[in-house]
Structures are given as structure tokens and as C-alpha cells.
């Protein structure tokens, strides 16, 4: 697994239109997620690689992003399917079973969160803070 | 090298604080960086590594920048010095170097060019297109 995680005062996204790659692509009924927004949130861009043990990359990435929650003094999380931080893709229905994993775990800690849609291109708005500290990466 | 490409309507940056990691991070001078910002343009954030060899990375990320912007239709590009997708960083005053080199390339292929300041933490203003093929990553 890596991930991008942004302290953003704004996120935004909007379905364009159901991706065709990587092959075998898995495509999440979009109802209820066409459009999502957040404001002053920790967005954590998540892609699963090849070999991930959900139980393990899940309970090591909520904890980041709990951790960096705590420390923007913040309670709310965005989890992003995100294809775009390796070449080493994990088949994309399990990618999908970790990342609800992932959302679900954040909720068990009472962080209001949402989760992007799985299996699309979206356009992204994004505003992040200049502080120190707001963007990091991680690799499980 | 790493690096993460976009096609954006919109970018922005504002310089926030100079950076003190890294470790031996070199700052450049702020002068004319205070603020950027583009439009409609590819916008490549960019991570340098451990053992990059300035002439084969320079020369491999600059191509993928001039075919992405064919691509999009677009001669605009933003290089963005970017730590943030590896934990494997090269000393810093290296990556500088590699980094102007990567935007005298892209000068010198005619494409309007802008690179982000090196050295601080900064403010981002993103909104990235929807289509298929707006963001793509590559390592060499």
C-alpha cells in the first residue's frame, strides 16, 4: 500500500464517467456518490498494491490518518481510491474490500468519514493547507 | 524518480514557510515565488530519488510531460518539487539541480514552463480534469 495524505481545507469530486483500465476493473454502483465535498478534512489518497494483507495495511493506515486527524485537530476523513502512486496494482475487487475495510475501520473511531466512489474518472478539487506537516506519505 | 502527473484547469500555489526537512534541506531563494499559478495546463509533481541519474530521469519524465501535453492539447506545464512519493528522497541540493534541469528541458521543447519553489512548505490549489487519462504516474 501507499498513500498520499493532505490536511485540505476544500475537497471536492465529481463523477465523470466509469474507467475501462486497468483491465478487469471493478465498477461500484455510483448512486448517492456523483458528488462529495468535505471541508477542513484529512484526504487520504490510497492505492493497494499487489500482496496487501487487508488486515494489516487497514489497521496501519487508519491509524496514520487518526494520527494526523489528532493532530490538525480535525474529526473528519476522506478515504480516496487512487490508482496513481504505483505501478504494482492490486487486483481491484480486493483493492475495493480493503478500502471499504479502511472506511469502516475510520468510522469504529468515531471519524466522519466518506469514501470516494471505486471504478471511475472524477474531476478533483482540491485546496490544501501550507502548514507544516500537510502533506505525507506513507508505505505499508 | 517518481513522479505524478495531472491535467489541471486549475493550479495554484502560495509559499506558507520555508521547509526544515528534510534533513539539510536546501531553500532557495523566494523572490518571484511567492505566488503561482496556472490554467489548462500538465502539472507534474515530481519526487526525486536516491541514485537518480540526472541525464536518464531528466530525459524520461520531460518526454512523458511533452507527450501528456500533445495529448491534452495543451503547452503549458508546472514542475513541482514534490517529497512526498517516496521515502527513498535524494539529498536535496541533487534534486534542485535535477529539477531545473527537468524545467530547462521543458523550455527548451517549447512548452510555457513554471516550477514551484524548492524548500518550503506551500498552500495547493488544485482542480484537475475528469477525463480518462488525467492523472498518470511513473517511476524510472
Same mark, same amino acid.
Not at 35 to 48: K, M
Not at 66 to 80: F, G, I, L, P
Given at each position: 500500500?501507499? %498513500? ?10 465529481s463523477?465523470?464517467?466509469? %474507467?475501462?483500465?486497468?483491465k478487469?476493473?471493478f465498477k ?19 492505492t ?6 487487508k ?24 478515504v480516496?481510491?487512487f %490508482?496513481?502512486?504505483s ?12 478500502l ?13 468519514t ?20 500537510? %502533506? ?5
Amino acid at each position: 500500500m501507499r %498513500a498520499l495524505l493532505f490536511h485540505a481545507e476544500e475537497y471536492g469530486v465529481s463523477f465523470h464517467s466509469f %474507467a475501462n483500465r486497468p483491465k478487469g476493473i471493478f465498477k461500484e454502483d455510483v448512486n448517492g456518490k456523483e458528488e462529495q465535498s468535505c471541508n477542513n478534512c484529512v484526504v487520504a489518497f490510497i492505492t493497494i498494491e499487489k500482496g496487501d494483507n487487508k488486515k494489516k495495511v487497514s489497521e496501519s493506515i487508519t491509524k496514520e490518518i487518526k494520527k494526523m486527524c489528532d493532530e490538525v485537530k480535525r474529526d473528519k476523513a476522506v478515504v480516496v481510491p487512487f %490508482a496513481h502512486l504505483s505501478n504494482n496494482l492490486c487486483e481491484p475487487k480486493k483493492s475495493f474490500e480493503i478500502l471499504e475495510e479502511i472506511e469502516n475501520k475510520l468510522k469504529e473511531m468515531k471519524l466522519k468519514t466518506i469514501r470516494t466512489h471505486f471504478g471511475s474518472n472524477k474531476s478533483l478539487h482540491l485546496d490544501i493547507y501550507g502548514h507544516t506537516g500537510n %502533506a505525507r506519505y506513507r508505505e505499508f
